[in-house]
C-alpha cells in the first residue's frame, strides 16, 4: 500500500491527449485501409486454398470433365505449378494477380484477364442500372410511405413486401414472359449493340436484378426516417417555426442517411452475385454468365478470378460505406456510436 | 391585447381509450411565471406542446388553446408557423435528445435566422454568438463549430435556451429543462431562465415535477393529475395550505433536508467494521484511449446497523463504488473487506461470489430492466431461496410469498411478470429479491431516483422500516441530499472520484465544512418567499 | 427441426396479439405447402417423375388438376414433391445455422478471452463471402447437386446469426437484471443459458425465420441456373427453369405456378419474420 503514498494522482479524470477530429477521422481512416487490406489477404487464402479441400491429385481435379491425358496433365502441373509446394503456388497466384495476370482459361485457351476484360462492361452497365433503379424507386417509396401515413404507407409496404419475395430468376422469367413475350416491348435475350439499344437490352434485366434490392431499399429508407420522426430534435426542429419541408430534408432524412448507407454497401455485393442468375437468364456476355458457364464446365481458374473480385468489390464497397458513415456522423469519428 | 397564453376546458384523448386530459384550463400573463406540477403521466407535456400546435397524431382534441387569441387547435398551417416563430419558444427536456446531433451549434443557432428571419449567415452567425454570450457560456466561436455529442448536458441546455430566446418569444415554455442535469448545474440554469424571463419580461409556463423547483421559479403553480387541474393558485398557498388531497400527499411526499430527522448512528462499539474500505481506486479506458479515474484513494468504513449515504452527481464515481462493493467490478488498486473478509483483487469465483451474496446486495435505479422480463415475481424471489436458503421448491414458494407480502406486493400479482407492475412495485421486488439472500449490507445504488415523488416516499418508507426489522446495513449512493437526511446517519460526498468530506450527516449538513458540499446544499432550489426572507 | 421458426410462435402467444389477420394468414399459407409437400408421398396423385407423352402441355382437367408440363408430368404432383427439396434445403442450412450461430454468439458475447477475438475475425472474413458467392465456389469445388450450397450457405448464415445473438448478449449482458444474477451468486451458465438465452430467442427466431426465405430464394435460383438439384428431380427453382421453353411458347402455368408458389412462400415467410420481429423488437426496448 505504500505506492498510493508517493504521489496523489490528479482528482480531476484526466482529459490526456486530446485528439483533434481530423486526426480520429485519419486515424479511423487508416484503420478500415488495413482492415480491407488484411480482410482481403485471408480472402485470398480462401479463395486460393479452397480446391484443396479435395484429397486427391490436383492435376486431375483442375481437369475434371476433361480427356486426362498425360500431356495436357503435364501442361496443366506446369501451368498450375502444381508441382512446387502449395505456399509457393499460392505465391506464384498473388503475384500473378498484382500484376494483372489471373492465369489461363482452359475453356477459353486465352488468358483470364482478357475473357474478364471483355465481359466486365456488360456487368458493370447491368449493375449501374440497376443501382440507378434501386436509388430511385427505393428511395422514392420509402421516402413517400414514411411521410404518408395510412393509405400510401399500406399500398407502399404491401406492394414491397410482395417485391421483396420475388427472387431475381422469378422476376426475369414474369418480366420476359410479360413485356418481351406478350407485350414485345423489350428484347428478351442478349446484350444488343452499343448506347441506346444496349440500354434497351439491359432494362428489363436491370429491373429484374433490382427488384427485390428496391424492396429491401424502401423498407430500410422507410424504417430509418420513421425512427427519425419520433426523435425529439425533429420535434424542436417543429417548434421552432421550421417548414415541414425543412425539417423533413435538413432533419429527417439527413439523419435517416446512415442506415441508408449500410445497406446501399450490402446491396453492391448483391447486385454482383445476383447478376450471374440474371445474366444467365437473359443470355446477358457479363461476368455473372461468365461464372456460371466457368463452374458447368468445370474452368476453375476462371470461378477462382470471378469470386475474388466479386469479395474485392464487396469488401471495397463496405470500406467506402464505412469511410463516409464519420462525415455523415459525427459521433462515429468520436467513437460515441458505431453502426 | 388578448391573453398571452389562455387554455380553456382543453381535452384531449385518443379514439377508443381514456381522455389523456380532460377540462384543462390555464391561463399565462405577459411577464409572468406559471408552473405546471405534475407527476409521470399527468399530462403535463401535452398541455405545453398543446400551446403550440403540436399534438400527438390521431389524437382528438375539445376546447381551445389560445396564444394572443389564436386557437392552436383549429390554426391553419401558416398561422401556426407564425406562432412558433413569433410568439413562442419551448425548451425540451432532454437536450442531448433536442438538438440534432448531425449537426453543429451554430448549424442549430443560425438556421431559423436563415431560413425565414432572411438573414444572411454572417448576420445569423454574428447574432447567433452574441446571443451564446449571453446565455453564459464561454469561448463561443469554438463553440458554434462544435457537435452536441462534444459538449457536457448543462452546456447543451444553455445552447438550447439561446435557440429559444433567438427568436424573441413573448411565450416561453419549459418543459423540465434541469430534470437530466446534476443540481449545481440545474441551479445555474435556474438563474439564467429567471434572469431572462425578467429581463425581457416573458411569460413563461414551466413544467416540472418539483414542487421545490416549481417553488423557487413560480408566483403561480397549477397542479395537475391524470389529466386533470386539481389545484392553483398562487405558489406559497398552494405549498404552505394545499385545498386538494393530492397536493398535500405531493407536499409531503417532497422529499426536503430535515436535519432533526436524521437517524442515528449505531453506538460505536469497537466490532470490526462491516464494510471497510481502504484506498480505494478505479481507473477506466475510455474508446478514445483517455483514461478516466472514476474513484481514487477512497476511504472510509461502516459499522453493522449503521447507514451510509454517498452523494455525489454524475461522473463522480458513485455508482462506480457501489458496483466494486457488490463485486461487479474489480477494484485497480486498494483494499476492500466485508465482515472483517478482505475481498481477493481479481474477478471472483462461482462460490466466492455465492458467498459474498450473503453478505451483500444491490437494488439498482432502473425499475424497468432490473428485473428479467420473461420470469413471474413469484418465481423470480423463489429461485433466490432455492439458491441461498437450500429450500425445496413448495418452501422456497412459500418463502417467497411471504417476503413478496412483506414488501407490499399482494398475492395478486405474485403469478405477474414485471411488465404487469408499476415502478414502484417493480422497485419492491427488486427489494425482495436482494432480501430474499438475507445479506447484511444492502446497497441501494439511486434505487428511487426514478421513480415519481409519490412513490418513491413509499419506498422509502418500506427501507426504513425494514432496516429497523432485520437490522440491515445500508448504503445509500444518491445524487440527491434530502433522501440522504432521511435515511442515513452517516455520509460521505464525492466529486469527480475523490472523497471530499464524510462524517455524521446532521454536522455536514448544517456546517459543511467543504466548499463543494456547501454548493451542492446552496444548489438545492428554495422557494421564492424563503430567499425573500433571508 | 422445424422448431427455430415455432419457438416464438408458441411462447410469445400468451401475450396477446402475437400475429396480424395478414400475419396469421400467412402462417396457414406456410403450414399448407408445408403439409402438402411433407404428405406428398401419401396425396399426390402421379408419380411426379412420370412422363406422359399422350398429354403434353395439358391444361386444367379433371385427370390433371394442375395441368401437365412438357413431358406430360402431373404438375400437381410435381410441385408437391418439388416441395420437399425446396423446403428441405432451407430448414437445413437454418436449423443449422441458427443452433450454431447462436452457441457461437453467445460464447463470443460474453466473454472477451482470445477464442472470441478469433472467433470474430473469422466471422469478419466470412462477411466477405456473400452467401450465394460461396455455394457457387462450393459447387465449382464440390460438384452440382444441393450438398455443396446447403455446407455452404450454413457456413454463411452462421456469422450472421452469431453477430445478432453477440449484440444482443452484449446489450443483455449490461443490464441490471443480469448484473443482479451476478450478484446473487448465481452460476454464469445458469444465467447464460436458462435466463439470457430464452429471453433472445424470439428476436433470434424471427431473424432465422426472415432467413429461411432468403435461403430458399438462393437455392431455387441455383436449382434454376442448373447447378443445384439436377433432372429429373423435382424442385421449384429447376421446375421453372424447365418450363422456359413452353413459356415463350405461350404455354404459361408450366412456370407459373412454381414461381408462384416460390413467391407466395417467401412471402408468407417474410411477413411472419417481419411481424414477429417488429413485435418482438418492441417488447424489448
Known amino acids: 500500500m505504500a505506492v498510493t503514498e508517493l504521489a496523489a494522482p490528479p482528482a480531476r479524470p484526466t482529459p490526456g491527449r486530446k485528439k483533434s477530429p481530423a486526426t480520429s477521422l485519419i486515424v479511423l481512416a487508416l484503420r478500415k485501409v488495413g482492415t480491407l487490406l488484411i480482410t482481403l489477404f485471408f480472402a485470398s487464402l480462401v479463395v486460393f486454398f479452397s480446391r484443396f479441400v479435395l484429397p486427391g491429385d490436383p492435376a486431375r481435379f483442375l481437369l475434371r470433365g476433361r480427356s486426362p491425358k498425360p500431356e495436357a496433365l503435364v501442361e496443366i502441373t506446369k501451368q498450375f505449378g502444381l508441382d512446387k509446394p502449395p505456399i509457393e503456388q499460392y505465391l506464384t497466384w498473388v503475384g500473378g494477380i498484382l500484376h494483372g495476370d489471373w492465369g489461363r482459361s482452359l475453356t477459353y485457351r486465352q488468358s483470364v484477364s482478357d475473357v474478364l476484360l471483355n465481359r466486365l462492361p456488360v456487368t458493370l452497365e447491368l449493375a449501374a442500372l440497376a443501382a440507378v433503379f434501386i436509388t430511385v424507386l427505393g428511395l422514392a417509396a420509402g421516402i413517400l410511405a414514411s411521410l404518408n401515413k395510412g393509405g400510401w404507407d399500406r399500398f407502399i409496404l404491401i406492394t414491397v413486401t410482395a417485391a421483396g419475395a420475388i427472387p431475381p430468376f422469378v422476376a426475369a422469367i414474369a418480366l420476359t414472359a410479360l413485356f418481351a413475350v406478350q407485350l414485345g416491348w423489350f428484347p428478351s435475350f442478349g446484350s444488343g449493340d452499343e448506347g441506346l439499344g444496349r440500354l434497351w437490352h439491359l432494362t428489363l434485366p436491370a429491373l429484374a436484378l433490382g427488384l427485390t434490392f428496391i424492396a429491401f431499399m424502401a423498407r430500410v429508407t422507410r424504417s430509418s426516417m420513421n425512427e427519425q420522426l419520433t426523435r425529439e430534435h425533429v420535434e424542436v426542429a417543429t417548434s421552432r417555426g421550421l417548414k415541414r419541408s425543412s425539417v423533413v430534408f435538413r432533419h429527417v432524412l439527413r439523419n435517416a442517411l446512415g442506415p441508408i448507407l449500410t445497406v446501399s454497401g450490402v446491396l453492391i455485393a448483391g447486385l454482383l452475385v445476383s447478376s450471374a442468375i440474371v445474366e444467365q437468364t437473359f443470355g446477358l456476355t457479363g461476368i455473372g454468365q461468365l461464372l456460371v458457364q466457368s463452374i458447368d464446365r468445370l474452368d476453375f481458374a476462371v470461378v477462382q478470378a470471378i469470386v475474388m473480385i466479386v469479395v474485392t468489390a464487396f469488401v471495397l464497397a463496405n470500406t467506402i460505406v464505412d469511410l463516409i458513415q464519420p462525415l455523415i456522423d459525427p459521433r462515429i469519428a468520436a467513437g460515441t456510436e458505431s453502426r | ?534 | ?285
Request: proline content about 5%.
Open chain 3, 1 to 285: 427441426m422445424t422448431l427455430t421458426g415455432t419457438i416464438p410462435l408458441l411462447r410469445t402467444r400468451s401475450y396477446g396479439s402475437l400475429l396480424s389477420g395478414t400475419g396469421w394468414f400467412a402462417a396457414v399459407v406456410t403450414l399448407v405447402v408445408v403439409l402438402l409437400s411433407v404428405l406428398a408421398p401419401v396425396l399426390a396423385p402421379y408419380d411426379p417423375d412420370f412422363v406422359d407423352l399422350s398429354s403434353v402441355l395439358g391444361g386444367p382437367s379433371g385427370a390433371h388438376w394442375l395441368g401437365t408440363d412438357a413431358l406430360g408430368r402431373d404438375l400437381f404432383s410435381r410441385l408437391m414433391y418439388g416441395g420437399r427439396t425446396s423446403l428441405m434445403g432451407p430448414l437445413i442450412v437454418v436449423a443449422a445455422s441458427t443452433v450454431l450461430g447462436m452457441l457461437l454468439g453467445l460464447a463470443t458475447g460474453w466473454t472477451d478471452g482470445w477464442m472470441s477475438r478469433i472467433l470474430n475475425r473469422i466471422f469478419d472474413l466470412l462477411f466477405a463471402f456473400p452467401a450465394l458467392l460461396l455455394s457457387m465456389l462450393a459447387i465449382a469445388i464440390f460438384g452440382k447437386g444441393l450438398m455443396a450450397p446447403i455446407l455452404a450457405m450454413t457456413i454463411s448464415y452462421v456469422p450472421y446469426v452469431a453477430r445478432l445473438t453477440q449484440q444482443l448478449v452484449v446489450a443483455e449482458r449490461a443490464r441490471p437484471y443480469v448484473q443482479a444474477y451476478r450478484v446473487l451468486g448465481f452460476r454464469t451458465p445458469w444465467v447464460v443459458l436458462g435466463r439470457v438465452m430464452p429471453n433472445l430467442v424470439p428476436t433470434i427466431g424471427a431473424q432465422s425465420t426472415l432467413n429461411f426465405g432468403y435461403v430458399l430464394a438462393d437455392l431455387a435460383a441455383l436449382s434454376f441456373i442448373g447447378l443445384g438439384i439436377q433432372p429429373p428431380t423435382s424442385d421449384w427453382g429447376a421446375m421453372i427453369e424447365e418450363a422456359r421453353g413452353a413459356l415463350l411458347g405461350g404455354h404459361v402455368l408450366p412456370g407459373l405456378l412454381p414461381a408462384l408458389v416460390v413467391v407466395l412462400i417467401v412471402v408468407s415467410i417474410n411477413v411472419i419474420g417481419e411481424e414477429l420481429s417488429d413485435r418482438i423488437g418492441g417488447k424489448l426496448s
Open chain 2, 1 to 534: 391585447m388578448s391573453k398571452l397564453l389562455e387554455i380553456e376546458q382543453f381535452s384531449l384523448h385518443f379514439p377508443g381509450r381514456g381522455a389523456l386530459l380532460s377540462d384543462v384550463s390555464l391561463h399565462v400573463d405577459d411577464g409572468e411565471a406559471v408552473a405546471l406540477v405534475g407527476e409521470s403521466g399527468s399530462g403535463k407535456s401535452l398541455t405545453t406542446r398543446a400551446a403550440l400546435g403540436l399534438f400527438p397524431e390521431f389524437s382528438r382534441l375539445s376546447g381551445s388553446v389560445k396564444v394572443r387569441g389564436l386557437d392552436t387547435t383549429s390554426a391553419p398551417a401558416a398561422k401556426l408557423l407564425e406562432l412558433r416563430r413569433n410568439h413562442a419558444s419551448m425548451i425540451f427536456q432532454d437536450p442531448r435528445a433536442g438538438i440534432n446531433p448531425v449537426r453543429t451549434v451554430g448549424d442549430f443557432l443560425t438556421e431559423t435566422l436563415v431560413r425565414w428571419r432572411g438573414l444572411s449567415r454572417e448576420e445569423a452567425y454574428a447574432r447567433a454568438v452574441t446571443q451564446l454570450d449571453q446565455v453564459g457560456l464561454r469561448r463561443t466561436k469554438d463553440l458554434m463549430r462544435q457537435y452536441p455529442h462534444q459538449l457536457s448536458g448543462g452546456m447543451l441546455q444553455r445552447v438550447m435556451i439561446a435557440g429559444a430566446l433567438l427568436d424573441s418569444p413573448e411565450l416561453l415554455l419549459c418543459d423540465e429543462p434541469t430534470t437530466a442535469l446534476d443540481v449545481t448545474t440545474q441551479a445555474g440554469i435556474v438563474e439564467l431562465l429567471r434572469e431572462q424571463q425578467q429581463a425581457r419580461g416573458m411569460g413563461m409556463l414551466f413544467i416540472t415535477h418539483d414542487l421545490n423547483l416549481a417553488a423557487s421559479l413560480c408566483d403561480r403553480v397549477y397542479v395537475l393529475r391524470k389529466g386533470e387541474v386539481v389545484e392553483h393558485g398562487g405558489a406559497r398557498e398552494v405549498f404552505m395550505s394545499p385545498h386538494a388531497d393530492y397536493t398535500r400527499q405531493l407536499v409531503g411526499a417532497t422529499p426536503r433536508i430535515e436535519i432533526d430527522k436524521v437517524p442515528a448512528a449505531p453506538a460505536a462499539d469497537g466490532t470490526v467494521p462491516l464494510l471497510a474500505v481502504k484506498r480505494l481506486c478505479k481507473r477506466y479506458e475510455l474508446p478514445s484511449g483517455e483514461e478516466l479515474t472514476a474513484l481514487n484513494d477512497a476511504t472510509f468504513s461502516l459499522a453493522p446497523g449503521g447507514s451510509l449515504g454517498v452523494v455525489g452527481e454524475s461522473g463522480s464515481g458513485k455508482s462506480t463504488l457501489a458496483r466494486m462493493i457488490v463485486a461487479l467490478e474489480t477494484a485497480d488498486e486498494g483494499e476492500l473487506a466485508i465482515n472483517g473478509r478482505v475481498r481477493a483483487p481479481r474477478p471472483l469465483r462461482a462460490a466466492e461470489r455465492k458467498l459474498l451474496a450473503k453478505d451483500v446486495q444491490i437494488v439498482f435505479q432502473d425499475p424497468y430492466l432490473s428485473l428479467d422480463p420473461r420470469i413471474v415475481v413469484g418465481k423470480a424471489v423463489a429461485d433466490v431461496f432455492r439458491l441461498h436458503q437450500g429450500q425445496g421448491r413448495a418452501e422456497a414458494v412459500k418463502s417467497a410469498e411471504k417476503l413478496l407480502e412483506r414488501v407490499g406486493i399482494g398475492p395478486e400479482r405474485f403469478d405477474s411478470k414485471p411488465r404487469a407492475l408499476s415502478g414502484g412495485q417493480r422497485q419492491r421486488v427488486a427489494i425482495a429479491k436482494a432480501l430474499a439472500a438475507r445479506p447484511k449490507l444492502l446497497v441501494l445504488d439511486e434505487a428511487t431516483s426514478a421513480l415519481d415523488v409519490s412513490v418513491q416516499a413509499q419506498v422509502l418508507e418500506l427501507v426504513e422500516e425494514l432496516r429497523e426489522q432485520l437490522g440491515l446495513t445500508l448504503l445509500f449512493v444518491t445524487h440527491d441530499l434530502a433522501v440522504v437526511s432521511r435515511l442515513c446517519a452517516e455520509l460521505l460526498v464525492l466529486q469527480h472520484g475523490e472523497i471530499v468530506e464524510q462524517g455524521s450527516t446532521a454536522k455536514i449538513l448544517s456546517a459543511p465544512a467543504n466548499a463543494y458540499t456547501r454548493m451542492l446544499i446552496d444548489s438545492r432550489p428554495r422557494a421564492l418567499w424563503e430567499e425573500q426572507l433571508a
